[in-house]
C-alpha cells in the first residue's frame, strides 16, 4: 500500500523559491505522481504529474515555466520546485498517487484520479 508525507512549505515572499519533498513508502510502479493545491474557497487544483513509467511530466498553465515535478528513485522522494513564487500560490500543497489507467480516463488534473493522499503542507507567498 502506497503511504506519502509532504515537507517543506513556508513562508516566502514573492519571487522566492521553496521545493517540496514528498516522501513515498510502497510500490509506484504502476503509479503516476502528481501535486495538487487547494486554498479556501476553492476546488483542489492540479500542478503538475510524472508518468513514473513514461517519466513525462505535465503542468497546469499557471506554474508552466515557473515549477519542476521530479523523483529520485533511490531516495523514494517525489520534488516540487517552485520558482518565481506568486502570491497566488498560497495555498495546501498536496502530493497525490494515481493509477495511470485512471488518469487516462479522467485526466491527469482531475482529484479523483487520484486515489492517495498525503496530508498535505502550507505555502505562504506574500507580496
Given at each position: 500500500?502506497v503511504?506519502?508525507?509532504?515537507?517543506?512549505?513556508?513562508?516566502?515572499?514573492?519571487?522566492?523559491?521553496?521545493?517540496?519533498?514528498?516522501?513515498?513508502?510502497?510500490?509506484?510502479?504502476?503509479?503516476?505522481?502528481?501535486?495538487?493545491?487547494?486554498?479556501?474557497?476553492k476546488?483542489?487544483?492540479?500542478?503538475?504529474?510524472?508518468?513514473?513509467?513514461?517519466?513525462?511530466?505535465?503542468?497546469?498553465?499557471?506554474?508552466?515555466?515557473?515549477?519542476?515535478?521530479?523523483?529520485?528513485?533511490?531516495?523514494?522522494?517525489?520534488?516540487?520546485?517552485?520558482?518565481?513564487l506568486?502570491?497566488?500560490?498560497?495555498?495546501?500543497?498536496?502530493?497525490?498517487?494515481?493509477?495511470?489507467?485512471?488518469?487516462?480516463?479522467?485526466?491527469?488534473?482531475?482529484?479523483?484520479?487520484?486515489?492517495?493522499?498525503?496530508?498535505?503542507t502550507?505555502?505562504?507567498?506574500?507580496?
Amino acid at each position: 500500500q502506497v503511504q506519502l508525507a509532504e515537507s517543506g512549505g513556508g513562508s516566502v515572499q514573492a519571487g522566492g523559491v521553496l521545493i517540496l519533498s514528498c516522501e513515498i513508502s510502497g510500490d509506484i510502479e504502476r503509479y503516476c505522481l502528481g501535486w495538487f493545491r487547494q486554498s479556501p474557497g476553492k476546488e483542489r487544483e492540479g500542478v503538475a504529474v510524472l508518468d513514473t513509467a513514461l517519466g513525462r511530466p505535465q503542468y497546469a498553465d499557471t506554474v508552466m515555466g515557473r515549477f519542476t515535478i521530479s523523483l529520485d528513485s533511490a531516495k523514494n522522494t517525489l520534488y516540487l520546485e517552485m520558482n518565481s513564487l506568486k502570491p497566488e500560490d498560497t495555498a495546501i500543497y498536496y502530493c497525490a498517487a494515481g493509477a495511470a489507467g485512471r488518469i487516462a480516463i479522467y485526466g491527469w488534473s482531475a482529484a479523483r484520479s487520484y486515489n492517495v493522499w498525503g496530508r498535505g503542507t502550507q505555502v505562504t507567498v506574500s507580496s
